[in-house]
C-alpha cells in the first residue's frame, strides 16, 4: 500500500508543476518520464534477475521504427504505439530464448550486439525505414503547447504504468522467483524455479514499455534516425540511473532518473563538448564509491541489492 | 580466381583482426573484465603512430614499439588505480566502470584530435607485387606479418617466461594461484597492461589502412568482441584463429552480399555462434 501512495504522489508532484510551468520545463519533465520508464524496464533484468542487459537500446529503436512504419501505412497514432509494444514484447520473446542461456559477459555482449544488428538493418533497408536518411512521422494538427502538455502526460502515464508494474512484479511469485535467480540461480533452478520462463518473462517486461516509450519519442520528435534511437547510451544510461538509485529497488530508478537529468541539463548548458566525459566521470564516481547507489546514503538497508 | 584474390584480401585483414584482439581476450580471460576501452587505446595506438610520422617522421612500423610502451604505461595505471578496486565485483560493475572510463578518455581524445578522419600518407610505400593471380599491397601485408609476429611473440612469453606463466596460472584458477605465491594483484596490472600493448601496437599498424579518428572505436571493439566469442576466450591461438575466420567471412560476406552487410554478417554470425557454441570455435565449455 505505502508503495501505491508513493507512486500517486510522485506522479502529482512531477504532474502540477509540469503542467503549470513553460515548455522547456514541461520537455524536461517528459524526459525524465522516458528516462523513468527506460530505468524501471531495465530494472526487471538488471536489478531482479541480476542480467546486464544491454537490449534496452535494441527495444527503443524497434519501438521507435515499428510506430513510424506502421503510421506511414495509415495506422493512427495511438494503435501504433500499442502495435510497438507488441512488437518489442515479441521481439524480447523471440530473442530472450536465444541469449537468456547465456550468463555475465556472454549474455552482456549479445545484448549490446542485439542493437547494432537492428541499427545496421535499418541503415541497410531504406525502402522500408528510409535508412540513414531518416524518417519523418505524421504531425499532428494541435497547438505547440497542447502537444507539448499531451506528450508529457502520455509519458507521465508510461512511467506510472511501468512504476506500478514494478510494484506487482516484487510482491509476485514473479518478483520472488527473480530474486532467487539473481542471487544463485543454480540453487533456484535446483529448488524447482522455472528459471528459463522467469528470465524470459522479465526480459519481455524489460522490452514492452521501452517499446513503447521509443514509440511515443517517435511522434514526440517527428523525425527518427538510425543513430538517434539505437545510440548505444540509451542502453547505458539505464542501469547508470538504476544505479544510482539502487539496484532491485522500486523508485530508485525514478530517483535515478531525475537526478541524472538534472545533472545531464547542467553539463549540456556549461560543458556541451565534454558532456560524454562528465557522464563517464559520474558513473566512475558512482561505480566506485556508492555501488548501492544514492538510496543507501540515506538508510542502510540491504534489499538483496548486494549484486 | 577472384576467389583467391578475395582469400588473400582475407587473410590479410584477419590477421590484423586477431591482434586487434588478442589483448582484449587476454583481459577477458585473466581478469574476467570486458575492457571496452580496448577500442580507444586502439585508436590512440594509431594517434601515436601519426604524430610520430608528421612530427617526427617516424615510419609507423617503427611508432608500434613507442605506442605499445605508452599504452602499456597507461594501461598498467588505470588497472592500478581504478578497476583494480572493483576487480571482484559482478560483470555489470566492472564493465560499466570501463564503459565510463571510455567515455572519459575517447571525449578526451575528441577534444584533443577532433573527430576529422586523418590518414598517413607514407612517402615511401612498398607498392603491390603480383603473386600468381593475386594482387597484393606491401605495406598491408608487411603490416598483417607484424601483427602475426606480434601475436606470436605474446604466445611466446606467455609459455615461457616467469610472468607469463603467472598470467596463465590466474586465467586458469585465481585463488590456487594466489596459493602458489603469485601475486595476483600484480599479476592483473600487467596483464591489463599488456592488453593495452598490444591494442596501441595493433593501432600503430592500423594507422596505415584505416583512417583514424576517434569515431572508430566501437567498430574496432566490435571486431574484438566478435573474435573473442569466435576464437573462445584468454587464448591466443584462438585470437588468432578467430581474427583470420573473421577476415574471411568478412572478405567473401562482402563480396557476395555487398560491403555495407559486412558488418551484419559478422553479428549475426556472433549471435548463432553464442546459441550454439557459447565457448567459441576452440574453447573449452565451462568459461561461460
Not at chain 1, 520545463?25 to 530505468?39: E, K, N, P, S
Not at chain 2, 577476415?247 to 560491403?259: A, K, L, Q, V
Given at each position: 500500500m505505502?508503495?501505491?501512495?508513493?507512486?500517486a504522489?510522485?506522479?502529482?508532484?512531477?504532474?502540477?508543476?509540469?503542467?503549470?510551468?513553460n515548455?522547456?520545463?514541461?520537455?524536461?519533465a517528459t524526459?525524465?518520464?522516458m528516462?523513468?520508464?527506460?530505468?524501471?524496464?531495465?530494472?526487471?533484468?538488471?536489478?531482479?534477475?541480476?542480467?546486464?542487459?544491454?537490449?534496452t537500446?535494441?527495444?527503443?529503436?524497434l519501438?521507435?521504427?515499428?510506430?513510424?512504419?506502421?503510421?506511414?501505412?495509415?495506422?493512427?497514432?495511438?494503435a501504433?504505439?500499442?502495435?510497438?509494444?507488441?512488437?518489442?514484447?515479441?521481439?524480447a520473446a523471440?530473442?530472450?530464448?536465444?541469449?537468456?542461456?547465456l550468463?555475465?559477459?556472454?549474455f552482456?555482449?549479445?545484448?549490446l550486439?542485439?542493437?547494432?544488428?537492428?541499427?545496421?538493418?535499418?541503415?541497410?533497408?531504406?525502402?522500408?525505414?528510409?535508412?540513414?536518411?531518416?524518417?519523418?512521422l505524421?504531425?499532428?494538427?494541435?497547438?505547440?503547447?497542447?502537444?507539448?502538455?499531451?506528450?508529457?502526460?502520455?509519458?507521465?502515464?508510461?512511467?506510472?504504468?511501468?512504476t506500478a508494474?514494478a510494484?506487482?512484479?516484487?510482491?509476485?511469485?514473479?518478483?520472488?522467483?527473480?530474486?532467487?535467480?539473481q542471487?544463485?540461480?543454480?540453487?533456484a533452478?535446483?529448488l524447482?524455479?522455472?528459471?528459463?520462463a522467469?528470465?524470459?518473462?522479465?526480459?519481455?517486461?524489460?522490452a514492452?514499455?521501452?517499446?513503447i516509450?521509443g514509440?511515443?519519442?517517435?511522434s514526440w520528435?517527428?523525425?527518427i534516425?538510425p543513430?538517434d534511437?539505437?545510440?548505444?547510451?540509451?542502453?547505458?544510461?539505464?542501469?547508470v540511473?538504476v544505479?544510482?538509485?539502487?539496484?532491485?529497488?522500486?523508485?530508485?530508478?525514478?530517483?535515478?532518473?531525475?537526478v541524472?537529468?538534472?545533472?545531464?541539463e547542467?553539463v549540456?548548458r556549461?560543458?556541451?563538448t565534454?558532456?560524454?566525459?562528465?557522464?563517464g566521470?559520474?558513473?566512475?564516481?558512482l561505480?566506485?564509491?556508492?555501488p548501492?547507489?544514492?538510496?543507501?546514503?540515506?538508510?542502510k538497508?540491504s534489499?538483496?541489492?548486494?549484486? | 580466381?577472384?576467389?583467391a584474390?578475395?582469400?588473400?584480401?582475407?587473410?590479410?585483414?584477419g590477421g590484423l583482426y586477431a591482434?586487434?584482439?588478442?589483448?582484449?581476450?587476454l583481459?577477458?580471460?585473466?581478469?574476467?573484465v570486458?575492457?571496452?576501452?580496448h577500442?580507444?587505446?586502439?585508436?590512440l595506438?594509431?594517434?601515436?603512430?601519426?604524430?610520430?610520422?608528421n612530427?617526427?617522421?617516424?615510419?609507423?612500423?617503427?611508432s608500434?614499439?613507442?605506442?605499445?610502451?605508452?599504452?602499456?604505461?597507461?594501461?598498467?595505471?588505470?588497472?592500478k588505480?581504478?578497476?583494480?578496486?572493483?576487480?571482484s565485483a559482478?560483470?555489470?560493475?566492472?564493465?560499466?566502470?570501463?564503459?565510463g572510463?571510455?567515455?572519459?578518455?575517447?571525449?578526451a581524445?575528441?577534444?584533443a584530435f577532433?573527430?576529422?578522419?586523418r590518414?598517413?600518407?607514407?612517402?615511401?610505400?612498398?607498392g603491390?607485387?603480383?603473386f600468381?593471380?593475386?594482387?597484393?599491397?606491401?605495406?598491408?601485408?608487411?603490416a598483417?606479418?607484424?601483427?602475426?609476429?606480434l601475436t606470436?611473440?605474446?604466445?611466446?612469453?606467455?609459455?615461457?617466461?616467469r610472468?607469463?606463466?603467472?598470467?596463465?596460472?590466474v586465467?586458469m584458477?585465481r585463488?590456487?594461484?594466489?596459493?602458489?605465491?603469485v601475486?595476483v594483484?600484480?599479476?592483473?596490472?600487467?596483464?591489463?597492461?599488456?592488453?593495452?600493448?598490444m591494442?596501441g601496437?595493433?593501432?600503430?599498424?592500423?594507422?596505415?589502412?584505416?583512417?583514424?579518428s576517434?569515431?572508430n572505436?566501437?567498430?574496432?571493439?566490435g571486431?574484438?568482441?566478435v573474435?573473442?566469442?569466435?576464437?573462445?576466450?584468454?587464448?591466443?591461438?584462438g585470437?588468432?584463429?578467430?581474427?583470420?575466420?573473421l577476415?574471411?567471412?568478412?572478405s567473401?560476406?562482402?563480396?557476395?552480399?555487398?560491403?555495407?552487410h559486412?558488418?551484419?554478417?559478422?553479428?549475426?554470425?556472433?549471435?548463432?555462434?553464442?546459441?550454439v557454441?557459447?565457448s567459441?570455435?576452440?574453447?573449452?565449455?565451462?568459461?561461460e
Amino acid at each position: 500500500m505505502k508503495n501505491w501512495l508513493i507512486l500517486a504522489a510522485g506522479a502529482l508532484i512531477l504532474a502540477v508543476p509540469a503542467l503549470s510551468g513553460n515548455n522547456y520545463v514541461l520537455r524536461l519533465a517528459t524526459i525524465v518520464c522516458m528516462y523513468a520508464t527506460l530505468a524501471q524496464s531495465w530494472n526487471f533484468i538488471g536489478g531482479m534477475a541480476g542480467y546486464p542487459s544491454f537490449a534496452t537500446a535494441a527495444f527503443f529503436g524497434l519501438g521507435a521504427y515499428a510506430s513510424g512504419i506502421l503510421q506511414g501505412l495509415g495506422v493512427p497514432m495511438i494503435a501504433g504505439w500499442g502495435l510497438a509494444g507488441l512488437v518489442a514484447i515479441v521481439f524480447a520473446a523471440i530473442i530472450g530464448g536465444a541469449i537468456l542461456h547465456l550468463r555475465g559477459h556472454y549474455f552482456a555482449i549479445a545484448s549490446l550486439i542485439i542493437a547494432e544488428m537492428l541499427r545496421e538493418i535499418v541503415n541497410t533497408t531504406p525502402d522500408l525505414t528510409g535508412g540513414g536518411m531518416g524518417l519523418n512521422l505524421p504531425i499532428l494538427q494541435l497547438s505547440v503547447d497542447t502537444q507539448a502538455k499531451f506528450f508529457f502526460l502520455m509519458m507521465l502515464m508510461l512511467a506510472v504504468a511501468t512504476t506500478a508494474t514494478a510494484i506487482i512484479v516484487q510482491n509476485s511469485k514473479l518478483g520472488f522467483g527473480l530474486r532467487c535467480i539473481q542471487q544463485n540461480e543454480n540453487a533456484a533452478s535446483i529448488l524447482g524455479v522455472n528459471t528459463y520462463a522467469y528470465k524470459t518473462g522479465a526480459f519481455m517486461l524489460s522490452a514492452i514499455y521501452v517499446g513503447i516509450a521509443g514509440a511515443i519519442y517517435a511522434s514526440w520528435v517527428n523525425y527518427i534516425e538510425p543513430p538517434d534511437v539505437f545510440d548505444v547510451l540509451l542502453a547505458v544510461k539505464p542501469l547508470v540511473m538504476v544505479l544510482l538509485g539502487g539496484l532491485g529497488t522500486i523508485f530508485g530508478p525514478a530517483l535515478g532518473a531525475i537526478v541524472l537529468l538534472i545533472f545531464e541539463e547542467a553539463v549540456w548548458r556549461n560543458f556541451l563538448t565534454v558532456h560524454a566525459a562528465a557522464l563517464g566521470i559520474i558513473i566512475i564516481v558512482l561505480v566506485l564509491f556508492l555501488p548501492n547507489g544514492l538510496l543507501s546514503l540515506v538508510r542502510k538497508k540491504s534489499s538483496g541489492s548486494g549484486a | 580466381m577472384i576467389y583467391a584474390q578475395i582469400l588473400a584480401n582475407g587473410l590479410v585483414l584477419g590477421g590484423l583482426y586477431a591482434c586487434i584482439a588478442v589483448g582484449f581476450s587476454l583481459v577477458w580471460g585473466v581478469l574476467n573484465v570486458i575492457n571496452i576501452l580496448h577500442g580507444t587505446f586502439i585508436v590512440l595506438g594509431s594517434y601515436v603512430a601519426l604524430f610520430a610520422y608528421n612530427f617526427g617522421g617516424i615510419h609507423p612500423f617503427v611508432s608500434v614499439a613507442i605506442a605499445g610502451g605508452l599504452l602499456y604505461v597507461l594501461g598498467y595505471a588505470i588497472q592500478k588505480g581504478l578497476v583494480n578496486r572493483v576487480i571482484s565485483a559482478p560483470v555489470l560493475i566492472t564493465l560499466t566502470l570501463t564503459f565510463g572510463l571510455d567515455l572519459v578518455l575517447n571525449n578526451a581524445m575528441l577534444v584533443a584530435f577532433t573527430a576529422d578522419y586523418r590518414k598517413i600518407n607514407l612517402a615511401n610505400p612498398l607498392g603491390s607485387f603480383e603473386f600468381g593471380p593475386v594482387f597484393l599491397p606491401g605495406d598491408r601485408v608487411a603490416a598483417m606479418a607484424l601483427a602475426l609476429l606480434l601475436t606470436l611473440l605474446l604466445y611466446w612469453i606467455l609459455r615461457n617466461t616467469r610472468i607469463g606463466r603467472a598470467i596463465v596460472a590466474v586465467r586458469m584458477d585465481r585463488e590456487a594461484a594466489a596459493l602458489m605465491g603469485v601475486e595476483v594483484a600484480r599479476v592483473n596490472a600487467v596483464t591489463f597492461g599488456i592488453g593495452a600493448l598490444m591494442a596501441g601496437a595493433a593501432g600503430a599498424l592500423l594507422s596505415i589502412v584505416y583512417p583514424i579518428s576517434p569515431l572508430n572505436s566501437s567498430l574496432f571493439l566490435g571486431k574484438a568482441f566478435v573474435v573473442c566469442v569466435l576464437g573462445g576466450l584468454g587464448s591466443v591461438p584462438g585470437a588468432l584463429i578467430g581474427g583470420l575466420v573473421l577476415g574471411i567471412i568478412e572478405s567473401f560476406g562482402s563480396f557476395w552480399f555487398g560491403p555495407e552487410h559486412a558488418v551484419t554478417i559478422s553479428f549475426a554470425l556472433l549471435l548463432v555462434l553464442l546459441f550454439v557454441r557459447p565457448s567459441g570455435l576452440l574453447g573449452k565449455r565451462g568459461y561461460e
